[in-house]
């Protein structure tokens, strides 16, 4: 079955880097237009400017509504459709106040990873699906983690956010089928990124202790993800739908080489 995306119109959410600008590469390499959203004005714009003549770049705060319909609507006046929806933008924190047990999870890093996270993925799944009814036709591809699969220590927000967004997934799924319109869910592990970098691979045990829960012993690259985005938005998935495909290396299947 072709995989092409030949005259689909993307939009990819938190595109400025890592993960988000990997798939909005790989959506255009196949052949789709792709207008890159985020907070992140100049990154954002750069990025685009660097993908070439298919790209795009509308700044956008998923946290914001206003701000998400107004993405979709500049694209539907631009392209007049929307195939394929990543809500890709997402935070989590990387402070040492906030990485701590749950009795002491600072309030206001809860409120915000939710917004950004849960919150942020239904605007751009809401204000795609609008459109999306309106075609008869549609992919959207929310990002998740898995985090959101098994519970991680020190990350409450997150992991509640993300799992979250995996369930959300699938009622949506079952709700925008009848209207042409698959709902799936992509979870990655560990992915190499400026954060991750900084956070686990920049010491060397603690690099160590990350690898030992995965079994193709080494991070994931954001263009792993972006396959796998890619993949779920083609046609090659046209029966897929509610799914949370899981790209951790074989974190989650419970290898661990420490005992």
Same mark, same amino acid.
């Given at each position: 079955?072709?995989?092409?995306?030949?005259?689909?119109?993307?939009?990819?959410?938190?595109?400025?880097?890592?993960?988000?600008?990997?798939?909005?590469?790989?959506?255009?390499?196949?052949?789709?237009?792709?207008?890159?959203?985020?907070?992140?004005?100049?990154?954002?714009?750069?990025?685009?400017?660097?993908?070439?003549?298919?790209?795009?770049?509308?700044?956008?705060?998923?946290?914001?509504?206003?701000?998400?319909?107004?993405?979709?609507?500049?694209?539907?006046?631009?392209?007049?459709?929307?195939?394929?929806?990543?809500?890709?933008?997402?935070?989590?924190?990387?402070?040492?106040?906030?990485?701590?047990?749950?009795?002491?999870?600072?309030?206001?890093?809860?409120? =915000?990873?939710?917004?950004?996270?849960?919150?942020?993925?239904?605007?751009?799944?809401?204000?795609?699906?609008?459109?999306?009814?309106?075609?008869?036709?549609?992919?959207?591809?929310?990002?998740?983690?898995?985090?959101?699969?098994?519970?991680?220590?020190?990350?409450?927000?997150?992991?509640?956010?993300?799992?979250?967004?995996?369930?959300?997934?699938?009622?949506?799924?079952?709700?925008?089928?009848?209207?042409?319109?698959?709902?799936?869910?992509?979870?990655?592990?560990?992915?190499?990124?400026?954060?991750?970098?900084?956070?686990?691979?920049?010491?060397?045990?603690?690099? =160590? =202790?990350?690898?030992?829960?995965?079994?193709?012993?080494?991070?994931?690259?954001?263009?792993?993800?972006?396959?796998?985005?890619?993949?779920?938005?083609?046609?090659?998935?046209?029966?897929?739908?509610?799914?949370?495909?899981?790209?951790?290396?074989?974190?989650?299947?419970?290898?661990?080489?420490?005992?």
């Amino acid at each position: 079955m072709d995989t092409g995306l030949n005259d689909k119109v993307a939009i990819v959410t938190g595109a400025a880097q890592g993960i988000g600008r990997s798939a909005a590469e790989k959506l255009i390499a196949r052949g789709a237009a792709v207008v890159l959203s985020d907070v992140q004005r100049e990154a954002g714009a750069a990025a685009a400017a660097a993908l070439g003549a298919r790209a795009s770049f509308v700044p956008c705060d998923v946290a914001r509504y206003e701000e998400v319909e107004s993405l979709v609507g500049a694209t539907v006046a631009r392209f007049g459709r929307l195939d394929i929806m990543v809500n890709n933008a997402g935070i989590n924190s990387n402070r040492p106040e906030d990485r701590v047990t749950a009795e002491r999870y600072p309030l206001e890093t809860w409120r =915000r990873i939710i917004e950004v996270d849960l919150t942020g993925a239904f605007h751009g799944s809401r204000a795609a699906a609008r459109q999306m009814v309106l075609q008869k036709s549609g992919a959207i591809i929310n990002v998740a983690s898995v985090a959101g699969v098994v519970a991680l220590r020190l990350q409450v927000g997150y992991v509640a956010a993300k799992a979250a967004v995996i369930r959300m997934s699938e009622a949506m799924a079952c709700e925008l089928a009848p209207h042409g319109i698959r709902v799936n869910v992509v979870s990655p592990g560990s992915v190499l990124t400026d954060g991750t970098r900084e956070l686990f691979y920049a010491d060397a045990e603690k690099a =160590r =202790r990350v690898l030992s829960f995965i079994p193709q012993n080494r991070p994931g690259e954001t263009r792993d993800i972006a396959d796998a985005i890619a993949f779920l938005a083609s046609d090659a998935a046209a029966y897929i739908n509610g799914h949370n495909l899981i790209v951790d290396g074989g974190w989650t299947c419970g290898f661990t080489r420490d005992f």
